[in-house]
């Protein structure tokens, strides 16, 4: 039982980015952007988000940081495929590179000015983060561990997910990017300002990428500085958007899954099942493959997929 | 903002309700230009319609007809020239713009998101905050009715026909307060009785005071619905005619420049033995229902059967089926005596039939958008080349003789087939599917969206066909044209043949009982 807790718990910490990373993603492809760099705006996020709580030792602002560099890595996206209508799939991947390699760079010379030779989050924010499970309720037995005792991190994800449940099913405006990500041509006739819905979408989505990419660097590690922290979840979390089926409550569901399937190694003792780690690691892919099959045989429209998802959009193009 | 917009458009509809405008000038064009590259596709053309009238648009396929909608919508903006709204000058620089000032407009292919409800589209982008469903609904079934619409608010578009979409898009402009219609061939692609319900709705439309503006290549249409017909002939606006005043020949010669004639001859049948022999054939949809329920006929050589029937009555699964790209339930397909039933669509076109569907919504219709003429001509034929390599050479040179028979219009053979004009893609089409000599030619709805002349040119190369002994299937959706150009038509309806009749005596009546299916002919197995 203690150890049924103990594992759910470290899913549920090693699921939260890969979250942030699908939900941020779920919300740029709604409006027809594949943004493959999610992985660099993660670590643009991670790096940013990281320095910020270093020198400020204010939470709250290790967020705003993580959540507006990554944003204006998204920017660099959004011009490029949006305004000049580069391939989405290439601009994606070099925003990748670009992410990682640009994280890591700072991150080095933020390591050389620090005179231990180490970065490591002081005291105060650490306690923000940590101490954030909900007190109180934090002890009941079995239930406060299980879904009381986490990090701040996870119930923004949470609290995240829900609200862009709601925006697209319940807002007008979450109806106007679901149109343009369908058929911009249609939404653009409905006299809805494509190119704007495009950018806000593509901007938030990569902010909340970026979130995902600070608990990174802040959480996995202990609150020390490592290079590429990020460590391809930003890669899973593309494929569990496809998971997810587009929609942010699954996406809570789906990273729970994955995230247990990255840390069952630890937890399935080699004595009883010997499969080396590599097997594990293989998994979420392996499981992303075979939804792919089995939603693609079924025969229905699928509603929640952006119709027009990876093509960009030229009012006097035909 | 979005509220001075609101009230704008109110004032409007109460104004027009007054019937205060009718007679003004709702748009008027002046000297409007637009260039693509080196194309003029308009070439400074004048246009005004009124408040209360039907103007009729026509012109040959590229003649710029959707160009100049499209700046009215805004989609485009003019090179040159000036748009007078309400007898203001206006800049149209969006859709959004277009909307304010209360024109709509109803485009070729339709704009509509596929899954979203039809209430969802009808409202999407309006900047009133958002009602309750069933305050929308009721608010809907309102325009409905005083337009004398039928639409199922809940239904999601991709599950609708062609006809039921259009309703909506009419319904989206409606429902924005507009005053001032444009259609860009809204009948392409409807069955004769749909287009009666829609010139219905259009009649009360204008009654109740607005401008529209219809695109149609069918000049009975223009004679019924229009009060004056505006022509445009390479992108210039030739002239102006009262409806009342003119006849389809005039119209015609006014649109191609010369005289042409509107007559369609039929060379007599010279053989006796079948080429084609439908045995007993049925095909089941994915759904499980028959498409196409037990039918048998026979094709000679150098004859036209001409298929009738409403839109939907196995029509596209019967050329599916010929062609080998449908699984078929039951029956034989005897070509030359030999069943070609489990052969690959590759053999069969290899055996010399030739199969051209021109689908209602006209795109992805055998051809790739993004590839020009030439390599459009080779997806058909590079594997008849040795080697490796492909030989552009004999594509080159068809693709410049169908541009001269067929009068395409395009910049050049080099240019992505999807810059052309509807028509004109169609065209590219046909020429090819013609061209590769088939012994059997099956072509289904050939002239959709094709303009007069360009729609006699095809009736030509068919008969010429005929006459190399080529047998013919046409399916066909104008009664008229199938009863000049056919030997036999077969009628078929929820997938049976309900009758053959002889083309050179059965009348257009005939057809039409046969087609409802309130006729049928017990069929000889
Ligand atoms: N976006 C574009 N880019 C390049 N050329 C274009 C574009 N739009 C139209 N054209 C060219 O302008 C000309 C006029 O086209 P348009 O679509 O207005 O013709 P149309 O009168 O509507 O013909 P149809 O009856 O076949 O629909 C054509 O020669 C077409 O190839
Ligand atoms: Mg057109």
Partial sequence: MDLLIRFVAAAVAAGTPLLYGTLGEIMTEKAGHLNLGVEGMMSVGACAGFLAGYYTDSFALALLAAFGAAAASALIYGVLTVTLMANQNVTGLTLTIFGIGLSNFIGILALGRSESGTLKLPEGITAQMRGAGIPGLRDIPVAGPLLFSYNAFVYIGIVIAVLLFLYFGRTKSGLNLQAVGHNPGAADAAGIQVTRYKYASILIGGGICGIGGAYCAMIINGGVWVSNNVGGLGWIAVALVIFANWKPLNAIGGSLVFGALRILKFYVPKSVLPLPNAFYDMMPFLITALILVVTSMRKKQNLSLPGNLGNHYFREER | ?525
């Fill in chain 2, 1 to 525: 903002m979005p509220h001075s917009t609101e009230r704008k458009s109110a004032d409007r509809t109460s104004v027009l309700a007054a019937g205060a405008l009718s007679g003004k000038d709702a748009i008027a064009c002046r000297g409007i230009t637009k260039r693509f590259g080196t194309v003029v596709a308009n070439d400074h053309i004048d246009l005004t319609v009124r408040y209360g009238e039907v103007l009729a648009l026509l012109g040959e396929n590229g003649s710029g007809k959707t160009t100049l909608m499209n700046m009215l919508s805004g989609i485009y903006h003019p090179d040159e020239g000036v748009i007078l709204v309400d007898g203001q000058e206006a800049v149209i620089n969006s859709p959004v713009d277009a909307m304010n000032m209360g024109i709509g407009m109803i485009y070729q292919h339709f704009r509509l998101v596929d899954v979203f409800s039809a209430m969802e589209n009808i409202v999407l982008g309006t900047k009133e905050k958002r009602l309750r469903d069933k305050e929308l609904k009721e608010k809907i079934s309102e325009i409905c009715q005083s337009f004398g619409l039928e639409i199922q608010p809940e239904k999601r578009v991709y599950e609708m026909s062609v006809s039921e979409k259009q309703t909506v898009e009419i319904l989206k402009v409606l429902y924005r307060g507009t005053r001032i219609l444009i259609l860009d061939e809204p009948t392409a692609v409807l069955t004769p009785q749909e287009t009666q319900k829609l010139f219905q709705i259009l009649r009360k439309m204008k009654e109740q005071g607005c401008a529209i503006i219809i695109i149609t290549h069918k000049l009975h249409e223009v004679l019924e619905i229009s009060d004056r017909v505006t022509i445009l002939r390479k992108g210039k606006s030739i002239d102006t005619v009262e409806t009342a005043g003119t006849d389809e020949k005039i119209l015609t010669e006014l649109m191609v420049g010369k005289a042409v004639s509107l007559e369609i001859d039929r060379p007599p049948v010279n053989h006796k033995s079948p080429i084609l022999k439908v045995v007993n054939l049925t095909v089941k949809k994915p759904d499980g229902t028959k498409a196409i329920d037990n039918i048998s006929f026979e094709i000679r050589k150098g004859e036209i059967l001409g298929v009738a029937g409403v839109a939907g009555s196995g029509q596209k699964e019967l050329c599916e089926a010929i062609a080998g790209l449908m699984k078929i339930d039951k029956g034989a397909i005897l070509y030359e005596q030999e069943n070609i039933i489990g052969k690959t669509p590759a053999e069969i076109i290899r055996m010399g039939i030739s199969m051209s569907f021109v689908p209602e919504d006209r795109l992805g219709m055998g051809l790739v958008a993004s590839m020009d003429m030439v390599e459009n001509m080779m997806l058909k034929s590079y594997g008849n080349g040795r080697g490796p390599f492909v030989d552009r050479k004999p594509a080159r040179e068809l693709a410049n003789r169908l541009v001269e028979k067929l009068g395409i219009v395009t910049p050049g053979i080099d240019t992505p087939v999807r810059l052309l004009s509807g028509g004109n893609v169609q065209k590219v089409l046909l020429g090819r599917e013609i061209e590769s000599c088939p012994n059997l030619l099956i072509t289904a709805y050939p002239v959709r969206g094709l303009d007069i002349n360009s729609s006699y040119t095809i009736y030509d190369l068919l008969n010429e066909q005929k006459k190399k002994d080529v047998a013919v299937i046409f399916i066909g959706e104008d009664l008229d044209v199938l009863l000049e150009l056919s030997d036999v038509i077969m009628v078929l309806c929820h997938g049976k043949i309900t009758g053959f009749l002889d083309a050179r005596k059965a009348s257009k009546e005939q057809v039409g009982l046969y087609m409802t299916g309130a006729f049928s002919q017990e069929v000889a197995q």
